[in-house]
């Protein structure tokens, strides 16, 4: 049994009998993520997941345009903002800001694997700008996706605190004219 909780590590909390469900409860106990989504990154839900696998498969001459697609569709929404749309622009976004000076490379396994492998991306210059755009009505108040996330978290939000980050380094683009 000593070995068994060895191996469960220091944050499983076993139950009587060390069941792996324990540890599942724990985890899934401590903090919520809405359905479909399995961390707080700009690809760590099925939707994003989905967009990168097209991005992917795309050709490259046709992947700033699905950037720009993703992008403008969360933008440029007038009426209540669906999360999935809201999923894209969020991953659309995080591709634009890792091609950025500032940026962070992209590391997570749901990423485009093209990106993952260091391939090259020309974006024209007006995406930063663009992303920002769609970052602002994804964290407004008739936002699906804003509002399973404010749902979801009690204190602090790495979500929001995600968007915030990428809405940083897009901003300190010469290209996006923002602040």
Same mark, same amino acid.
Request: with cysteine; net charge negative; charged share 25%.
């Given at each position: ?58 050709? +490259?001459? *046709?992947? =700033?345009? #699905?950037?720009?697609? &993703? /992008?403008?569709?969360?933008?440029? $929404? ?45 974006? +024209?210059? *007006?995406? =930063?700008? #663009?992303?920002?755009? &769609? /970052?602002?009505?994804?964290?407004? $108040? ?38």
């Amino acid at each position: 049994m000593a070995k068994r909780q060895q191996k469960l590590g220091e944050r499983a909390r076993p139950d009587r009998n060390g069941s792996a469900c324990a540890r599942i409860r724990a985890q899934s106990t401590s903090r919520r993520t809405p359905m479909g989504t399995w961390d707080s990154g700009p690809f760590d839900n099925d939707t994003a997941a989905d967009w990168c696998g097209e991005l992917d498969r795309a050709d +490259p001459g *046709d992947r =700033p345009a #699905l950037i720009r697609n &993703a /992008l403008g569709a969360a933008a440029d $929404e007038e009426g209540y903002l669906d999360s999935d749309l809201a999923c894209e622009a969020i991953a659309a976004a995080a591709v634009v800001a890792a091609r950025l000076p500032t940026g962070q490379a992209i590391n997570s396994a749901y990423a485009p694997d093209f990106l993952r492998s260091g391939d090259r991306l020309g974006l +024209p210059h *007006d995406l =930063p700008t #663009l992303a920002v755009r &769609a /970052l602002d009505r994804i964290m407004a $108040e008739d936002s699906e996706w804003h509002g399973l996330w404010n749902d979801a978290s009690t204190d602090d939000n790495p979500a929001f605190d995600m968007v915030g980050s990428l809405r940083k380094t897009l901003s300190a683009s010469p290209e996006s004219g923002s602040d």
